[in-house]
């Protein structure tokens, strides 16, 4: 049989690579005329002799993340008729590196397709990057169902090993379900991590030098024991503990560790990352306890005699048992917080669980790992508590914050001034260009209102509260919008000097620029003149923000965040969606994301120029002072303030810092019951430990309210003091800053892998 005659109804069009098993071709349905893929499995003897069978039970296994097959052949040749996908995971790897969430959803939508599989008795045998791909709408499409390899006579690249279990890559294997939770693992550790699992070049370049199948597999099964599985969070920090925990597990090479069943893992993913409590037999038998309570309770005798039991129990040492059992239940649920999350957050969950069961060590020993790895963290003082739909903004010296929204407070250094809130609610504010004034309208009044004198200056007549507010730079106009209306008013008399038409509704304005959004983002002068227009076709803006100066303009959808300079070419994207952003007056941008971190990038580059900054609660927004100096950072449970970058301290003279420690006034307290409670540090030079101590000292003297030095000195006291330097003393090290073608997708050519590197 010839293989044109044997598609039937299909024509080749064009080649889109080949693989291990035979070719793909991109080809047309010729009577519907839809484009579908083409894979001709030329090397049949390479896959599983069951696999050939069954044409039509696998035909009917549906599963929406399983790719479909419309049709299949055994003959001479062995075809499959799939849809036409329009990528692969192994080409996105980028992009799952940089949002582990969307790897996730991934991973568990590849898990749903192998369990479908699982459940009418096929193994999918052969999952790797490049056979599990992406609809139009990125869903995932499992694809090379019934390809499973036998290893005799399965040739591959030495890349693609490292998918295969080690009990599949012996001689004679027989499919089982636990090869695919270890290629489930295998795959999503690699696109996390740019790297295969336990891969390393030496055992690339030993596999290589092998020509026969079955030498290659005896060696790669020999070899795999001595090579240690990297955590994966090490590679990419990014990635929550739980998630990285499933994955090595997946790994382990005992069939026996592994998840039994990948149903299994889709119940822990549920219960653990999106928080379904477990679904109970109401048939399962009663737990002993329950059983003894139930029968002691059906009499009212034996109730009252239980009930006086407690009742004793419970007024002597019973009481102290309970509150610390208590106590430990509290503290785990702190030190399983911080495994989830990071830096500065993750330590003050060890915190807390430390101080509720000081004699724990791990969370001691947890606090201490990552003040270890990272000394630097800033922590910012409190002001209050957040509620629906407020926000947050500073002055331009940082001097005051506003928390505007239902119940507005206004801080001055810290201090709360309360003149404000008879203003009643504030839809929108912006502070003077000289800090003097704050302009706030809301459902009431629209005012300005004079810090210094604590008073209303002017009072504007609007026939709605402004949706959006800006001040001129000279500080003589302020600005409103609402709907699709802008109006100028004198800032002295509240008069309107200027009303300005837009072509949309606005969605942002500056001092002197407005954006309205119809299908795109339109930005426009106050006379009218189109400056720049931000094409939206079918994205859907999640941000539009001017900076200060209505300069630049960020925009962001679902994927990315583009920064835009207005009235000129430039356009800078960045490599990541936000929901806010905070500029200041130089190159720099806070950008917020959908997983609540901030993350400080530079305007000129697109790239980030700090780590990321979180918060147990997560971050919603952040607003800068102009000065770029201080920060107001708004979570889901409050407000808080401090400095907007760590303060650097000069070197003592003679030692060399690796890192510069940040001490700020308000934080001096947190941080250094924090080292306390971990009970070590990075190792001191004689010249650190000196400077260090002074310079608590000094933060003492001049923050004796706000720090609490004894905490710290009581930590170093508890230190054996280093012996004294030689007279030359040596530096510390230097700390490293924290296709296959036979896939039915257009990319199935073989391609170098992305391999994401950390940031």
Not at 229 to 247: G, S
Not at 571 to 577: D, F
Not at 649 to 660: L, N, Q, S
């Amino acid at each position: 049989m010839s293989r044109e005659k044997a598609l039937k109804g299909y024509e080749r069009k064009d080649y889109l690579g080949s693989g291990s098993f035979g070719e793909v071709w991109k080809g047309l349905h010729t009577e519907s005329g839809r484009d579908v893929a083409i894979k001709m499995l030329s090397r049949r003897r390479a896959i599983h002799p069951g696999c050939l069978q069954d044409r039509e039970e696998r035909l009917q296994i549906l599963c929406v993340n399983l790719l479909s097959q419309e049709d299949l052949e055994v003959d001479e040749d062995f075809y499959v008729i799939s849809p036409l996908m329009k990528a692969s995971v192994h080409s996105r790897a980028g992009q799952a590196y940089n949002d582990p969430m969307k790897a996730m959803r991934w991973f568990e939508d590849t898990a749903k397709a192998v369990a479908a599989a699982h459940k009418k008795g096929w193994v999918h045998g052969h999952l790797k990057p490049t056979n599990i791909l992406l609809a139009e709408n990125d869903e995932i499409r499992v694809a090379d169902l019934g390809q499973v390899p036998v290893v005799e006579f399965y040739r591959t690249n030495p890349d693609e090993v490292w998918y295969v279990a080690p009990e599949m890559a012996a001689a004679g294997s027989k499919p089982n379900p636990s090869w695919d939770i270890y290629a489930l693992g295998a795959v999503f550790y690699h696109i996390l991590t740019g790297t295969p699992p336990r891969s390393t070049d030496a055992a690339n370049q030993a596999l290589a030098k092998l020509k026969r199948p079955a030498e290659l597999w005896a060696k790669y099964a020999e070899m795999l024991p001595e090579l240690p599985l990297t955590p994966l969070v090490k590679h990419n920090p990014k990635v929550p503990i739980k998630f990285a925990d499933l994955i090595e597990n997946c790994l382990e090479l005992d069939p026996e560790k592994r998840p039994q069943d990948i149903a299994s893992i889709l119940v822990w993913i549920e219960r653990v990352i999106h928080g379904i409590p477990e679904k109970k037999d109401p048939n399962a038998p009663k737990p002993l306890g329950q059983r003894i309570f139930e029968w002691m309770m059906a009499s009212k005798a034996r109730a009252a005699a239980l009930i006086g039991v407690v009742v004793l129990g419970m007024a002597g040492i019973g009481v102290l048992i309970s509150l610390k059992q208590a106590n430990r239940r509290q503290a785990e649920q702190y030190f399983e917080s911080g495994k989830q999350a990071e830096g500065q957050a993750a330590v003050l969950y060890y915190l807390q669980a430390a101080q509720l069961v000081p004699d724990e060590r791990k969370y001691r020993d947890a606090i201490a790992k990552i003040m270890a790895e990272r000394p630097s963290l800033v922590f910012y003082r409190e002001l209050g508590h957040a509620n629906p739909g407020d926000f947050g903004l500073l002055s331009p010296t940082g001097t005051y914050a506003l928390i505007a929204g239902k119940k507005p407070s206004l801080f001055k250094d810290h201090t709360e001034m309360p003149f404000i809130a008879g203003g009643g609610e504030i839809t929108a504010a912006a502070f003077s260009p000289d800090g003097k004034y704050v302009f706030a309208s809301g459902p009431l009044e629209t005012r300005l209102w004079d810090l210094e004198k604590k008073d209303v200056a002017t009072t504007f007549k609007l026939k709605a509260p402004a949706d959006y507010v800006a001040y001129s730079s000279d500080g003589k106009t302020v600005v409103t919008a609402s709907g699709h209306s802008v109006t100028i008013w004198d800032a002295a008399t509240g008069k309107p000097v200027q009303q300005v038409g837009v072509k949309g509704k606005v969605v942002a304005l500056s001092q002197r620029t407005v954006a309205s959004l119809k299908n795109d983002v339109i930005v426009s002068d106050f006379n009218g003149k189109t400056l720049r227009i931000v094409p939206g076709g079918s994205n859907e803006f999640k941000l539009v923000k001017f900076s200060p100066k209505g300069d630049r303009l960020i925009t962001s959808d679902a994927n990315k965040a583009v920064l835009w300079e207005v009235g000129a070419p430039f356009m800078k994207p960045l490599n990541a969606p936000a929901t806010d952003t905070g500029f200041g007056a130089g190159n720099n941008v806070v950008v917020v994301d959908s997983s609540g971190r901030a993350r400080e990038w530079n305007t000129e580059s697109g790239t980030p120029t700090t780590p990321a900054a979180i918060h147990p609660d997560g971050i919603v927004s952040v607003a800068l002072s102009s000065d770029e100096q201080w920060a107001l950072v708004q979570t889901s449970s409050g407000f808080w303030m401090g400095r907007a970058a760590p303060l650097v301290e000069p070197e003592p003279d003679g030692a060399d810092w690796d890192e510069p420690i940040d001490l700020l006034e308000a934080e001096c307290q947190l941080y250094s019951n924090a080292l306390f409670a971990g009970g070590t540090m990075t190792q001191l030079t004689p010249e650190k430990f000196r400077w260090l101590k002074a310079r608590w000292d000094q933060l003492g003297r001049d923050h004796s309210r706000k720090c609490n030095v004894p905490a710290a000195n009581a930590w170093l006291r508890l230190r054996t003091p280093p012996a004294a330097a030689s007279s030359e003393t040596p530096k510390p090290a230097q700390t490293p800053d924290s296709g296959e073608g036979g896939s039915p997708t257009p990319d199935a050519t073989p391609k170098e892998n992305p391999s994401p590197k950390a940031e």
